[in-house]
């Protein structure tokens, strides 16, 4: 019944972390596991701390929304200091270098994923796939095979070098 | 894996659903959280020859089903609680005329505008007491993404097959959520349409009992036998009558269709009750919290079970009946709202079972925690 793994994506809206939970729920669909992801509606899904929840889990999931999640990416500190309270603790915190990390009960992993987008990939706005791309090289919670063919499903036409270049870019940030 | 299996949105389900029950009319004025509906079938509807119109109001879009289901088109149309009390004379003029149709209202924060963006389960008696005077009408309520799809479908069928508006009353949490569905083969899906007169009768009375089921065949607008609709008690002419004996009798045929039939049309699940102590009594996603609470108390020796309804008007006597045939002693009726199915099942349980409730409407699910403290706090009360 504990096979499941929670996993909250945040950051600020129209950073493109909805799209990046329905990616990987549907990376964990293709993996044969069940998945559920659900988000913030309202005022701060367009600007403000917004959030992307994720569960996936080898059995049917029940309770659909995250209570204490396993995994907190947070790509802002506004979003990272709403939802930290929310992660387990010795919980996996996945940060942007760019957020002072906070003191607490969490295993704290702090990339560059906006400069890589930015600077390794050319474009800000695929700093959502940077993320998926760390988020899974440090977890393993969905196979490589999958998160690529999820992203790749999902991003419009034309954008399948790009995005694959921002996934790879983010594996490479965790070594 | 086969091509059936994806991640979906529950509001997506629905037009999926409603586009396998046959849906070929949606008439509708966006809003959230059902706005998806709307949009889906904007898109859906024209790829399989049917119509999409965004109308200019709540009221006009509820007309509008009902237009287009007398010309013999199964329509749909989804709204949120503001909108669902503005649909609600014309709700009542479709049960009166025995037009099938369906309405969706994805529940929201109440009342008023309330709580546009956050779950509540507060128009479970706006469902069934929301348009005036005595009349039938069928309520069904989702649990799961799976389940929009399945109920949509079954919703079109009970509408079409007992001539009533029929009511998918989703919430918030199960209509924007996307999981994993596997839709079944379209081959496998029932499809119930309308009866229609057997022949081109020159003397079809549109409101007569032919088949003794209380359920008069439905001749289509353009189909060549013209006939009277009204609001007004007719007769089987569907003219106009005040006839004290023809009023009783079209009120209790309109009911009788109905419960005459509560085995065709109820639905529910129960998890672990037969040995349980406490019965959590619940529908819509709230089930989904209430379940993994009943694991988790199972686990911990607690006997503790669920009855999740599917159909929620008619109510299921029936269920909580047989649960008299068990250990039970404790129901506990769990609803986002401030109380309102407790009262029927109060009425249902007539003294034989304590019933607590617990409620929540602050528009936020309720938790698993607060369904095991709430199952902790009857046990030592009890």
Redesign the interface.
């Known amino acids: 019944m504990d096979e499941r793994i929670e996993i909250r994506l945040s950051g600020s809206g129209g950073q493109g972390l909805i799209l990046a939970g329905i990616i990987l729920a549907e990376a964990a669909i293709l993996d044969g596991k069940n998945a559920v992801q659900t988000q913030s509606y309202g005022p701060e899904a367009r600007g403000g701390a917004s959030r992307s929840e994720v569960i996936i889990s080898n059995e049917s999931i029940d309770y659909p929304k995250v209570s204490k999640s396993d995994i907190l990416l947070a790509l802002t500190e506004e979003a990272m200091l709403k939802y930290k309270n929310g992660l387990k603790e010795n919980g996996l915190l996945i940060l942007d270098s760019s957020i002072e990390k906070p003191d607490g009960p969490y295993k704290i992993l702090s990339v560059p994923i906006l400069k890589t987008a930015q600077e390794k990939v050319g474009k800000s706005i695929v700093a959502n796939i940077v993320a998926l791309g760390t988020l899974i090289s440090a977890t393993k919670i969905v196979s490589k095979e999958a998160i690529e063919k999820a992203v790749l499903d999902r991003v419009p036409k034309g954008t399948e070098e790009l995005n694959k270049k921002a996934l790879y870019e983010g594996y490479k940030l965790v070594s | 894996?086969g091509k059936r299996?994806?991640?979906m949105q529950g509001n997506e389900a629905c037009v999926e659903g409603a586009i396998a029950a046959g849906m070929r009319f949606y008439a509708g004025y966006p809003i959230?959280?059902s706005t998806e509906i709307a949009e889906l079938s904007a898109e859906k509807l024209p790829k399989v020859g049917g119509k999409f119109i965004q109308m200019e109001d709540e009221i006009a879009s509820m007309g509008a089903v009902i237009g287009a289901s007398l010309a013999g088109l199964k329509a749909m149309t989804a709204t949120s609680g503001p909108g669902f009390s503005l649909k609600q004379e014309n709700i009542g003029f479709a049960c009166l005329t025995e037009v099938p149709c369906v309405i969706v209202n994805v529940q929201r924060g109440g009342p008023s505008t309330g709580l546009?963006?956050?779950p509540a389960q507060g128009d479970v008696m706006q469902a069934r007491w929301g348009t005036h005077g005595d009349h039938p009408i069928i309520v069904i309520s989702p649990s799961s993404v799976r389940e929009v799809f399945d109920m949509t479908i079954k919703a079109f069928n009970l509408s079409e097959k007992y001539r009533v508006p029929c009511i998918l009353l989703m919430d918030?949490?199960v209509a924007?959520?996307?999981?994993?569905v596997e839709l079944p083969e379209e081959l496998n899906i029932e499809i119930i349409n309308r009866k229609k007169p057997k022949a081109s009768l020159p003397d079809y009375k549109p409101y007569k009992d032919y088949d003794g089921d209380g359920i008069p065949p439905m001749a289509a607008f353009g189909d060549g036998t013209p006939f009277h609709v009204t609001g007004l008690i007719h007769d089987e002419t569907g003219f106009p009558s005040t006839d004290p004996k023809v009023t009783e009798n079209l009120l209790n045929r309109l009911m009788n269709k109905i419960y005459n039939n509560l085995d065709d049309i109820i639905e529910y699940e129960t998890v672990d009750t037969a040995d349980a102590n406490t019965v959590i009594v619940t529908f819509g996603?709230t089930a989904?919290?209430v379940?993994?609470a009943v694991?988790l108390l199972r686990q911990e020796g607690f006997k503790v079970g669920m009855l999740r309804l599917k159909t929620i008007w008619p109510f299921p006597h029936k269920a909580i009946n047989e649960l008299t045939q068990t250990a039970t002693k404790n129901l506990i009726v769990a609803e986002m709202n401030y109380g309102q199915l407790i009262e029927t099942v109060k009425a249902s349980a007539d003294g034989v079972f304590k019933v607590y409730g617990l409620n929540k409407y602050n528009g936020e699910?309720i938790?698993?925690?607060e369904v095991i403290d709430k199952v902790r706090e009857v046990a030592v009360n009890a």
């Open positions: 894996m299996v994806m991640l959230t959280p546009p963006t956050l918030e949490v924007h959520m996307r999981e994993k996603s989904r919290s379940l993994r694991k699910l938790t698993p925690q």
